[in-house]
């Protein structure tokens, strides 16, 4: 039981590039989140997702997409990346109901040069 | 507006010594409430929360918490840090939506440094 996992751990991107972050979790859970941590700054919700197929927006939207096609897998699209999106980018799932706990995966390091 | 404040930015302990830190939220009726810690280079890791009932909570690794309704406080605490305790704390809420998926919101977070 890996629990939650994030594809990949370091990245590189010159300004414009794009790139997708993967992650997967195998509890079988109905949410998912992604989560900015800036120094200073904490933890920001990005996007999140209720089940397949469903995406919303949190409190920093702008310059990312998301997708869930598969319950377990949760994607993080950067179409066109600036050097503002440099961070750490932390993923988390839970059951749906009154659990409220997530559960986050180790994290994915972006440099945007 | 609703926000989750940990007023202190740094905090130094000698190792054995006790441990508070503090958090304040700002919400219209009392949310969940979480402590999650980070360890250096690592993801977050739940270490206690706060639904309803008593207001002190067990968590692990030795930690508790106490909420404080009149206060708007949910401050942990440990009362003997040990040097493992080092990390970077952080307290985090979520509105009591009736099992909403709203994600969580968290302070900025309280760097612990454990002196020897």
């Known amino acids: 039981n890996a629990g939650v996992t994030q594809t990949p751990k370091f990245r590189v991107l010159k300004t414009g590039q794009s790139m997708t972050l993967l992650c997967a979790q195998d509890?079988?859970?109905?949410?998912m989140y992604w989560y900015r941590q800036d120094p200073g700054m904490g933890l920001r919700l990005i996007h999140y997702?209720?089940?397949?197929?469903?995406?919303a927006k949190g409190e920093v939207p702008d310059g990312y997409n998301v997708s869930r096609l598969k319950k377990q897998n949760f994607l993080l699209g950067l179409e066109s990346a600036a050097p503002s999106q440099t961070s750490v980018y932390f993923c988390?799932?839970?059951?749906?109901?009154?659990?409220?706990?997530?559960?986050f995966g180790p994290g994915t390091r972006l440099t945007v040069t | 507006a609703q926000s989750v404040t940990q007023p202190d930015i740094h905090i130094t302990v000698s190792e054995g010594a006790s441990l508070e830190l503090r958090c304040n939220y700002s919400?219209?009726?009392?949310?969940?409430l979480f402590w999650y810690v980070q360890s250096p280079g690592q993801g977050l890791q739940l270490l206690l929360k706060?639904?309803?009932?008593?207001?002190l909570v067990q968590g692990i690794k030795g930690f508790e918490a106490e909420f404080k309704r009149s206060q708007s406080s949910f401050n942990l605490r440990k009362p003997s840090v040990h040097w493992s305790d080092a990390a970077e704390y952080f307290c985090?809420?979520?509105?009591?939506?009736?099992?909403?998926?709203?994600?969580?919101?968290f302070g900025k977070g309280t760097h612990l440094i454990i002196q020897p």
């Open positions: 509890m079988n859970h109905e949410y």
């Open positions: 988390a799932s839970r059951r749906s109901g009154l659990s409220y706990e997530q559960y």
């Open positions: 919400y219209g009726a009392t949310p969940y």
């Open positions: 706060y639904f309803s009932g008593d207001t």
């Open positions: 985090a809420v979520v509105p009591n939506s009736g099992g909403g998926a709203d994600g969580l919101t």
């Open positions: 997702s209720v089940g397949e197929g469903t995406t």
